[in-house]
């Protein structure tokens, strides 16, 4: 779809309104509008997701995939040194 010039974001992605929500709420325990400003957050992390997939010629699933890594790596503990 993506070299035919059809923008498809995906699922994970355009679906983590609820999830970012229910975390929010339940877990963090935060009020409705600060709970609604990270959900409104998730417009610009699918601009910002685009604009790195035009920039970087490929697909936005592609650059979805190596956004999260890149972010499940920068909140990785360092490891311990082995003895």
Known sequence: MHRQGVVRVPDHVTG???????????LHRLGPGEAGARVLAIE???????????????????AARETARRRL???????????
Request: hydrophobic content about 35%.
């Open 44 to 62: 610009e992390t699918v601009g910002n997701l685009l604009g790195t997939a035009e920039r970087d010629g490929v697909s936005p699933a592609r």
């Open 16 to 26: 983590a309104g609820g999830a970012v929500h229910a975390v929010s709420t339940e």
């Open 73 to 83: 790596r920068a909140t990785r503990l360092p490891s311990a040194p082995r003895p």
